[in-house]
């Protein structure tokens, strides 16, 4: 999957040769490449998800390429999005740019390997959270009328397997949600009904 030298540890280097814009083009570019085979497409035809998901991966990979990290860091991110993708087909794009950011920052801070694990761990638990409570942070946005009205108009009008999955995926996402936020919205009053009731004894 990954060549033999990209696990070795790596002393990071002090020189401003490391620093190149073509070095580091080079870099992501073979680091983006490696990920795109590997992972990608096998659990996506066309490749990445679209640009957007492109576009943060090359910008995550480019910051660790100037913080002069090691190259085992990029193993982290491949692990993380490979994990957020295969957990969730309905893969929503600010878990992934949570569990890239949170695997650059594990692994800079430990720097050891077992801190690969760690991060993967750590980026499935924002990606659950983030996939329960997803509509909170997208209702005020278009995000309800297009998900589920339109879909539902769509899977009507045009009725298939496709479409009845991603219909039962959305409805599933809007069951999630209102569980959700019912659990929220009881766990809020209940907490301070409980605080209430302390100060009054």
Not at 156 to 175: M, R
């Amino acid at each position: 999957m990954f060549p033999r030298c990209l696990f070795k540890r790596q002393t990071p280097q002090t020189d401003s040769s490391t620093l190149h814009p073509c070095l580091v083009y080079r870099t992501v570019r073979l680091s983006a490449i490696l990920m795109n085979i590997n992972a990608f497409y096998f659990l996506y035809p066309n490749g990445f998800i679209d640009p957007i998901s492109t576009l943060s991966i090359y910008l995550s990979i480019s910051v660790c390429s100037y913080l002069n990290q090691s190259i085992p860091i990029y193993l982290s991110i491949y692990l993380s999005i490979y994990l957020s993708i295969y957990l969730s087909r309905a893969v929503h794009y600010l878990s992934i740019y949570l569990s890239i950011y949170l695997s650059i920052s594990v692994f800079s801070y430990l720097s050891i390997y077992l801190s690969i694990y760690l991060s993967i761990y750590l980026s499935s638990f924002i990606h659950s959270f983030i996939f329960q409570f997803h509509y909170i942070f997208f209702f005020l946005f278009r995000t309800f009328f297009w998900c589920y009205y339109l879909n539902f108009f769509h899977f009507f009008f045009f009725p298939s397997y496709h479409n009845t999955i991603h219909f039962l995926i959305d409805l599933s996402s809007a069951f999630s949600f209102y569980v959700s936020f019912f659990i929220l919205f009881f766990s809020f009053f209940w907490d301070f009904f409980i605080e209430e009731m302390i100060v009054g004894m």
